[in-house]
């Protein structure tokens, strides 16, 4: 069956980097895009950016434009989501969700989600 | 910057039918911005329940249903349930860029 599983929690200081990795299972990686959704507490979903798996091309939420980078390992099935410059704002669970398509062939957008990972910045 | 609005809270009786909307700064809702609705959840990740307008995942309820309405997209609850208390949100695609609503919190009553 088709999983995404997220590293674990991180801890990191202010002006630091963090690196979340999403691994894929049970489908064929390269077919399915992936994207970056965060939500800090008690406050509404964001999207960061997503992957297109098959050819590395990525797209960026507006406000994180440079401080965002999204990577994939084809040979680990694994997708990154890599965010610089932390403040504590940035202090969310950062998911990803995999873009599959129906049983019609129709897009289906971010038909399977990973369980998240908390990500807080303290000093 | 795209801003995608819908109402913040709502409240429904057990049983009764409750319409949320979502709106785009950029003018009307079409279905060239694909919307989708996601229900989340205290402490779970989202999940979608409709897709392209009106389209339902295999988990979603017939008793929710997805339109568009007027300049907005829509999500209609039929025979609202405790079970379905949550929070909702709306997400749009611009040419690739999602943008999600600011959500609404759903509750029976």
Redesign the interface.
Known sequence: QVQLVQSGAEVKEPGASVKVSCEASGYTFTNCPL?W?RQAPGQ????MG?INVGNGDT?Y??KFQGRVTITMDTSASTVYMELSGLASEDTAVY?CGRDGV??SG??????Y????TLVTVSS | ?VVVTQEPSLTVSPGGTVTLTCATSTGAVTRGL?P?W?Q?KAGQ????LI??TN?R??WTPARFSGSLLGDKAALTLSGAQPGDEADY?C?L?YS????????TKLTVL
């Open positions: 994207h959704v509404r979903l964001e999207w997503w797209k939420s507006q998911y129906d049983s129709r897009a289906l957008d971010f038909d989600w990973g369980q998240g | 910057q694909y989708y996601f989340q990740a989202p999940r979608t897709y392209d389209y995942h295999s949100y997400l695609s690739g860029f999602r943008v999600f609503g600011g959500g």
